[in-house]
T-cell receptor
Framework: GQSLEQPSEVTAVEGAIVQINCTYQ??????LSWYQQHDGGAPTFLSY????GLEETGRFSSFLSRSDSYGYLLLQELQMKDSASYFC???????????FGKGTKLSVIP | DTAVSQTPKYLVTQMGNDKSIKCEQN?????MYWYKQDSKKFLKIMFS???????INETVPNRFSPKSPDKAHLNLHINSLELGDSAVYFC?????????????FGPGTRLLVL
């Protein structure tokens, strides 16, 4: 089976940097994805890491360490519109599906 | 143009009724999914179809039946609705069986069973 752990809530100040961690346990592993979901909205794809290291996409970066079964999403220059839930999701080997974590609710305050 | 669309957006119904949710994608993707998101925002896959073939059937009650008339459509029919079925149901699609990591979600159908 697969399981993922991420903090349930994080609060950060506008303009700051925040890191959302995700640890996973899986019997097989292809990669780690991140999704953003605003209240009342649909999940939207942010990033995917299949290899160790940092992937940068604008203000957002995602990191993966396969040996540590650990990844994180880094959000820089936080804006109020970044207030949302962020989900990590594992692509498991042979499972042909995404298994989502329970999500981290990020609140950006002025 | 909407990439993944679902109808209806809201569905309020009585326990015991049968209802359907429709999903269509215009992205040309081969794989489509149904997810259930509960009140705690836990997102769990229910079904996946690749080129009209069921490739995942998670342990959901057999009251739920997916139907895919073609690879652009994946509908969800629910029989004998129960209170616990109240949730948001999302349809999603991805490029192919090797592109699971990047899924495009529809706006969701908010189902309330009274």
């Amino acid at each position: 089976g697969q399981s993922l752990e991420q903090p349930s809530e994080v609060t950060a100040v506008e303009g700051a940097i925040v890191q959302i961690n995700c640890t996973y346990q899986t019997s097989g592993f292809y990669g780690l994805s991140w999704y953003q979901q605003h209240d009342g909205g649909a999940p939207t794809f942010l990033s995917y890491n299949a290899l160790d290291g940092l992937e940068e996409t604008g203000r957002f970066s995602s990191f993966l360490s396969r040996s540590d079964s650990y990844g994180y999403l880094l959000l820089q220059e936080l804006q109020m519109k970044d207030s949302a839930s962020y989900f990590c999701a594992v692509v498991g080997a042979g499972s042909y599906q995404l298994t989502f974590g329970k999500g981290t609710k990020l609140s950006v305050i002025p | 143009d909407t990439a993944v669309s679902q109808t209806p957006k809201y569905l309020v119904t009585q326990m015991g009724n049968d209802k359907s949710i429709k999903c269509e994608q215009n992205l040309g993707h081969d794989t489509m999914y149904w997810y259930k998101q509960d009140s705690k925002k836990f997102l769990k896959i229910m079904f996946s179809y690749n080129n009209k073939e069921l490739i995942i059937n998670e342990t959901v009650p057999n009251r739920f039946s997916p139907k895919s008339p073609d690879k652009a459509h994946l509908n969800l029919h629910i029989n004998s609705l129960e209170l616990g079925d109240s949730a948001v149901y999302f349809c999603a699609s991805s490029q192919d069986t090797g592109g699971y990591e990047t899924q495009y979600f529809g706006p969701g159908t908010r189902l309330l069973v009274l």
